[in-house]
């Protein structure tokens, strides 16, 4: 066991981990954040995409002990005062979700875009979101919902 | 078949309503399976076969029991007595359909890589995770088979001794017509042969399964990942010998199903029994590549079609013989897929002359079932990509063949003898070649050509007809289905201005609970928001028939409609009561009843039906109503769709630059929806055409064994989608809708693949198998070079 210290959502944490628990079971079963879920076991869905020091990250292929002394975001702290991030607004007004089960982690890893490129074009959203997969939507409403928050 | 639609769209009915769906999903507050614990659950993991077929000489569990925080662990002869027969089968098309027992865990013989030969069940998912490893199986691998052609061969290994054959069953269907006549005189035979590539469904959320019980009274609550809780409720009652009113079925939010959650699956029926045998919570999740070999797949059928034709191109006869792998055992409904087709491959043309054939096989490999389209996108396929091989033969637009032999008359009754509610073909194909501007692209090609670009421009057409919401039951029952055609709903005006409806469809990311509530509430006079729609929950709704093939709306949806007419027919009784008039003086209108001196609302009828204080002499109190709706005939939705494609001869790579869908679904109730329903079927169907194969190698091993190597396409890959709609409302039922979950996926392989072959065809390619990768683009073009 470690210890670990990790700020989730603005809340802080001291945890004894097991070294092989990945950060995403962290998330879901030690602090019951299951708005972060897994699809896949080889980083290739993106389902599991969380903030790292705000930089979008997948948290099946990140050991609970490497976000030591760092600042995680989960869907669960992207609202702010009861208040939907642009996002997760436009994710609804586009019909840019079906089942909702790569939303989390499509909405986070659209945010880290736009903190990088802020009015990125629709191609490179499209490339942007290359390690995020849906199966429902077609992608469409996606890169229109994302367009539509971009500056 | 019943009086024209009665609906006016445009205000609640045909408004693009935002989601209700989606407010707790973009804020991570859904309730998926994986998210329930609690205290005293154990986990349970599945000892995997690595070998395709081998014989179990050994499975000892001893080694795992030893493990740290191992409760128990069984192989599958120590669980071989706590089942009443296999997984069921819902479907054996034939008398003589093999149908060999399918128990949850193996015991004898693995017949196929990921077949479950015992389960450990642990305190926690990491301990379940290494007691796996620890389970010592002594295998002795055996020769296996994967190609269903060649399992049918004399020497081929068997997957089942006891059968003495690798054949399922044989299926036939013949019009009345001689087609060996119509072939005889045909001036033209066109004969093509196609595969249908081996798909993994991949919704995002993997399987899970969680069961309590309730030991001492014998009652088990299993929420499952299913697309069915209903149809699984009963066969896991019967599997598992627990009485069918003591057993729970949940479906929370689902993520994600397209036919590979509409099953009952092994690890269902071991949640259920280890929780019996421990008296604890049981919790089952798939890893994604465990996913891959023990959650069904789709298609994997040879096809064989061939076309007579008049000189002019008059189709006079088709036919087809399949030989479809079943996998090694039978799911749900794995032998009925293909036959899903049977009635399709004529597409949307008038042929007199029909003949059908299939052929199902085992093979060492995963089961195959339902995935989006399920025999629909293969017949589509084999018909369209015959045409344009007609077509090209003839010297003719592959547009005017088509119109030269599309049907026109409404109801239409096929040569294979089902009966097409209503359609109108030419309408959709002249929408689509004009929103693709066809005409241009057939002039840019032809410049292409003439300049000698190496990027060949190509265009692909796909005029399709498909049949959904399976029904009318007595139809089904003639063909062999196990259940019936028909759903449920219950419509509860509640005493203070809100209702719920109550419906037997199991939605995972279609939006029933917005579409539900848009029917609801332009029938009564509610807000949408005013309507909450209840679903997924066997105690809740008791009975129901779930969501698969395009049913929901053209069934469940239809069956809404028809209690809220009964809750009208109460209310006006009410309301004619109130007003002091005979029933006949009083107007309904969408949730006003209107006497000759005075109105009153339904909401407020609600109310007082509840009280009870002042009804009519010997009224029953209380506003709600239910119907079960048995559908009079299948909903056949329609469409024209074109790809456009650039290849590259010198890379073989293909560019998929646009892609016009014009579909025709009926009455649209959300078309927010229905667009995205279009999209999502599209993405899928473009995959198969273009990226997404299971591939085994000679042993049965699965190749493609995660999602690094089984290409589901990313955002990158797909083009933004060129939707179009024309509108044909049913006749058959009063909403005059029809299905829409897969008319993508049904349309697009072929419009795409013959957009490719199109593109390739002056050069004197044929066919390109798919998924239509770089390699076999550059190989088919390598083999008429040289």
Known sequence: MRSVSLTVNGVLYELELEPRELLVYVLRERLGLTGTVVGCDTSSCGACTVLLDGESVKSCTLLGVQADGHEVTTIEGLAQDGELHPLQESFHEHHALQCGYCTSGMVLAAVSLLEENPSPSADEIRHALEGNICRCTGYQNIVAAIEAVAR | ?786
């Open chain 2, 1 to 786: 078949m019943s009086a024209a639609p009665q609906v006016e769209t445009g205000r609640i009915i045909g408004a693009p309503v935002g989601r209700k769906e989606d407010l707790p999903l973009v804020q991570g507050q859904a309730q998926w399976v994986d998210n329930m614990h609690v205290p005293g659950t154990v986990y349970l993991g599945v000892v995997r076969s690595p070998y395709a077929h081998a014989r179990l000489a050994k499975v000892d569990v001893g080694p795992a029991l030893a493990h740290a925080g191992v409760v128990a662990a069984w192989s599958g002869d120590d669980l071989a007595g706590d089942w009443n027969g296999g997984l069921p089968c819902a479907w054996l098309p034939t008398e003589d359909t093999n149908a060999p027992t399918h128990l949850p865990l193996a015991t004898g013989k693995a017949r196929h890589a990921g077949d479950g030969v015992a389960v450990v069940a642990a305190t926690s998912r990491a301990a379940a995770e290494d007691a796996v490893e620890l389970v010592e199986v002594e295998y002795e691998p055996l020769p296996a088979v994967v190609d269903p052609e060649a399992a049918l061969a004399e020497d081929a290994p068997l997957v089942h001794d006891e059968l003495g054959t690798n054949r399922c069953y044989t299926w036939t269907l013949e019009s009345a017509d001689g087609v060996d006549a119509l072939f005889a005189d045909a001036d033209v035979v066109v004969k093509e042969r196609y595969y249908q590539n081996r798909l993994i469904p991949n919704a995002v959320e993997p399987r899970a399964v969680f069961v309590q019980p309730l030991p001492a009274a014998g009652e088990y609550t299993m929420w499952s990942t299913t697309q069915v809780p209903h149809i699984a409720r009963v066969l896991l009652s019967g599997l598992c010998g627990i009485s069918e009113a003591k057993l729970r079925v949940i479906a929370p939010d689902v993520g994600g199903g397209f036919g590979s959650k509409l099953n009952v699956y092994a690890e269902e029926a071991l949640a259920l029994v280890v929780a019996r045998r421990l008296g604890r919570p049981v919790k089952w999740t798939e890893t994604r590549s465990e996913g891959y070999t023990s959650t069904i797949h789709g298609r994997d059928v040879w096809q064989e079609i061939e076309l007579a034709a008049t000189a002019d191109g008059k189709i006079t006869a088709v036919r087809v013989r399949l030989t479809a792998a079943m996998g090694a055992y039978l799911q749900l409904v794995t032998p009925g897929i293909p036959l899903l087709g049977a009635w399709l491959y004529a597409g949307a043309y008038d042929i007199p002359g029909y003949s059908f054939e299939c052929t199902g096989v085992f093979t060492h490999t995963t089961p195959t079932d339902a995935y989006r389209g399920a025999g629909r996108p293969e017949a589509t396929y084999a018909i369209e990509r015959a045409v344009d091989a007609l077509a090209r033969r003839l010297g003719k637009d592959p547009a005017e063949l088509r119109r030269l032999n599309f049907i026109r008359e409404f109801p239409a009754t096929l040569a294979s003898g089902l009966t097409i509610d209503s359609g109108d073909y030419d309408a959709s194909l002249d929408a689509a070649l004009a929103q693709a501007g066809y005409e241009e692209l057939r002039a840019e090609q032809a410049s292409r050509r003439a300049a000698g670009d190496a990027r060949r421009l190509g265009v692909g057409l796909c005029t399709y007809v498909e049949m959904c919401g399976l029904a009318p039951s007595r139809v089904l029952g003639a063909i062999r289905y196990g259940a019936g055609g028909w759903d449920t709903a219950t419509v509860r005006c509640l005493p203070t201005g809100t209702a719920q409806a109550l419906t037997g469809t199991s939605p995972h990311g279609q939006g029933h609970e917005t579409t539900w509530a848009q029917i609801v509430a332009d029938r009564l006079g509610y807000d949408v928001d005013e309507v909450e729609v209840l679903h997924g929950d066997t105690s809740v709704v008791p009975l129901g028939m779930d969501t698969y093939g395009s049913r929901s709306l053209a069934v469940g949806g239809v069956a809404l409609y028809h209690a809220c007419e009964r809750i009208v027919a109460k209310a006006q009784a009410i309301a004619a009561y109130r007003l002091g008039v005979d029933e006949s003086r009083v107007e309904y209108d969408r949730g006003t009843f209107t006497g000759p001196e005075g109105s009153v609302t339904l909401k407020e009828i609600a109310l007082s039906a509840w009280t009870a204080h002042d009804l009519p002499d010997g009224m029953e109190p209380g506003l709600e109503a239910s119907y079960v709706y048995d559908p009079p005939n299948f909903s056949w939705p329609g469409g024209a769709h074109v790809a456009v494609v650039e290849v590259d001869t010198e890379t073989g790579a293909v560019d998929l630059l646009r892609y016009v869908a014009v579909d025709d679904v009926g009455t649209v109730i959300n078309p927010l929806i229905v667009e995205g329903q279009v999209h999502g079927g599209l993405a899928q169907g473009v995959a198969q055409a273009l990226y997404e194969e299971a591939v085994y190698d000679e042993d049965g091993n699965l190749m493609t064994s995660t999602m690094t190597t089984y290409l589901v396409p990313s955002a990158a890959e797909l083009p933004d989608w060129e939707v179009g709609r024309t509108e044909t409302p049913s006749p058959t039922n009063p909403l005059g809708v029809k299905g829409v979950g897969e008319t993508g996926a049904i349309a697009s392989p072929a419009a795409v693949m013959n957009a490719v072959v199109d593109a390739l065809a002056a050069d004197g390619v044929a066919d390109v198998p798919m998924p239509a990768t770089p390699e076999r683009v550059w190989r088919a073009l390598e083999e008429v070079r040289t």
